[in-house]
């Protein structure tokens, strides 16, 4: 049993940065990986780390915007989000499914990740 748990999520003005942080109750290794939700909407894949080999992905949508990166030590997933923009608004949640690698035609697929986190929101003002 894996337990995330997200930090970070806060209000800010467009052009703004956040840093959101998902620190895992256990050492593994797989893929572990950020997805979004605003209201009305279907939950989407953000980006993803594979956390033993550290292969990224990114959604078109936050591609140089945003960037992942690890503490392995801490257990701990960070997305970096800088200009942020309105359609930034959503809840952002942590998920992992330890023991596969996150790849190419699945890493956005909700049904691919086994664990998840509460979620912190973001909410970006204009």
């Known amino acids: 049993q894996v337990q995330l748990v997200e930090s970070g999520g806060g209000s800010v003005q467009a052009g703004g940065s956040l840093r959101l942080a998902c620190e895992a109750s256990?050492?593994?290794?797989?893929?572990m990986g950020w997805f979004r939700q605003a209201p009305g909407k279907e939950r989407e894949g953000v980006a993803a780390l594979n956390f033993g080999i550290g292969t990224a992905y990114y959604a078109d949508s936050v591609k140089e915007r945003f960037t992942l990166s690890r503490d392995n030590a801490k257990n701990t997933l960070y997305l970096q989000m800088n200009s942020l923009n309105p359609e930034d608004t959503a809840m952002y949640y942590c998920?992992?499914?330890?023991?596969?690698?996150?790849?190419?035609?699945?890493?956005?697929?909700?049904?691919?990740?086994?664990?998840w986190g509460q979620g912190t929101q973001v909410t970006v003002s204009s």
């Open positions: 998920a992992a499914r330890p023991g596969r690698a996150c790849v190419g035609d699945s890493w956005y697929r909700v049904e691919a990740y086994n664990y």
């Open positions: 256990s050492t593994w290794y797989g893929c």
